[in-house]
């Protein structure tokens, strides 16, 4: 029997798990063993409602070992830290429970092919103090740290007297940092009908510092001055051509050298795939450290290894490199699920053909803006308010419904609302 891992359980790697599960691992023809570092999965481009409260782990997750048990794959808990390509076999490093009790020893896993989804993470490009100072939105773990820490300063700030506002200062302007400003008016408002009655969206400023000229950069100009406006009316405070130096405990040392005062800090200006893959000396990189691929995803000489999502570097006939977003995953997973069922009927591998459909941006609440590609023309159309915000949530019901099924999907989202409709709108602890 063919034995397939799957190490990575973001958008691509639990839709590719689906999918050899229905097609491979039901009728027995191949064991399917999804491998993550956490035990439960939620849509990265939702992290940063993590982060504010809006959105529950506990309610909206996605169990990795239940959904197995229902969709014909295996799941092991477990952290990467090890590839033989020659002997075919990964290294997991140990668990450990939260009193430090050795839980599940380091361990191998054989396998006869092997697709990469690990993601990626915050690129600090070596800024001194930003490890040490600032919160990244990489993971669910990360954004409930951070979600504490700011329920703890809205506990603080609620019960002073005078006027000072809690400063939050956020480096990137792509669309993590974008919507998680927006995302933070949002619960501030919300959090006086909790019992947080001092605070306030007024107690509340916000600095979004980008390096560029611009905010969202990979967008159309037309939508960035769309956002900016956006991110002005809530009270944000947007520095464009704003180089970050250093981070210290106090805030963040622009390259002019000043100080930036801030009692929470986000770091989310830009990503890179994490440095052990670099360290393992196996694949060819990019100054991403993505790894290069052939036109049929799998990684440069190595026959038995496919790579998808973020980790994955596709680069186009126009030398544009695929972007490392959740429609990217997704169409990679696609590809990847039809080449190993090819390869096992030794038919000829069809190769990856990038489709952009466009990119929308969720200013919480507030407003949704975007544009989506033309299938016929190619030609770009802008679209924001309610249309826009149809189309994103949209996109998180069509993984949904690749990773539960139509039905199951279908309930989710009704299941979705009656939450939504008795459970309170602010995550409070």
Not at 29 to 52: F, G, Q, Y
Not at 95 to 101: K, L, P
Not at 415 to 425: S, T, W
Request: aromatic residues 6%.
């Amino acid at each position: 029997m063919q034995t397939i891992l799957i190490v990575g359980g973001g958008a691509g790697g639990l839709e590719l798990a689906t999918k050899l599960g229905k097609t491979l691992g039901k009728s027995g023809k191949a064991r399917i063993t999804l491998v993550d570092k956490n035990t439960s999965h939620i849509w990265k481009p939702l992290l940063h409602e993590v982060a504010s409260g809006s959105l529950d782990t506990d309610t909206d997750g996605v169990i990795y070992s239940a959904h197995a048990a229902r969709h014909h794959y295996h799941f092991q808990h477990g952290e990467l830290i090890g590839l033989d390509a020659g002997q075919k076999h990964i290294r997991l490093a140990a668990i450990y429970t939260d009193e430090g009790e050795l839980l599940v020893a380091e361990r191998s896993l054989p396998y006869d092919t092997l697709v990469l989804a690990i993601g990626s993470v915050s690129n600090d490009f070596k800024t001194p103090g930003v490890s040490q100072h600032c919160y990244f939105l990489d993971s669910a773990p990360q954004a409930l740290r951070f979600h504490r820490a700011l329920m703890n300063n809205f506990v603080r700030f609620s019960q002073q007297n005078d006027d000072r506002a809690l400063n939050i200062a956020i480096v990137g302007g792509g669309a993590t940092g974008v919507e998680l400003a927006a995302e933070l008016y949002h619960v501030a408002a919300l959090a006086k009908r909790y019992g947080l009655s001092g605070m306030s969206a007024q107690k509340l400023k916000i600095h979004l510092l980008e390096a560029g000229p611009s905010i969202l950069p990979a967008l159309p100009k037309r939508i960035a001055d769309a956002v900016r406006k956006e991110l002005s009316l809530l009270g944000v405070e947007v520095l464009e051509n704003t180089k970050v130096s250093a981070a210290t405990a106090e805030g963040f040392i622009t390259a002019d050298d000043q100080l930036l005062s801030a009692e929470m800090m986000v770091w989310a200006a830009g990503v890179k795939v994490p440095d052990f893959i670099a360290r393992l000396g196996i694949f060819k990189l990019n100054r991403l450290q993505q790894i290069l691929v052939t036109p049929e995803l799998k990684a440069k000489g190595q026959e038995a290894i496919y790579v998808l999502g973020d980790c994955c570097g596709f680069q186009q006939q126009d030398g544009r490199w695929v972007p490392p977003r959740a429609q990217s995953a997704h169409q990679m997973a696609s590809l990847v699920g039809q080449n190993i069922v090819r390869q096992r009927r030794q038919k000829p591998l069809k190769a990856f053909v990038y489709k952009d459909h466009g990119s929308l941006v969720n200013l919480s609440r507030y407003s949704t803006v975007g544009n989506l590609m033309g299938n016929l023309t190619g030609n770009s159309m802008f679209i924001e308010g309610k249309l826009a915000r149809f189309v994103y949530i949209s996109l998180y019901r069509m993984h949904q419904i690749a990773i539960h099924g139509w039905w199951k999907g279908m309930l989710l989202v009704l299941v979705e609302k009656m939450n939504r409709a008795v459970r309170p709108k602010l995550k409070l602890h």
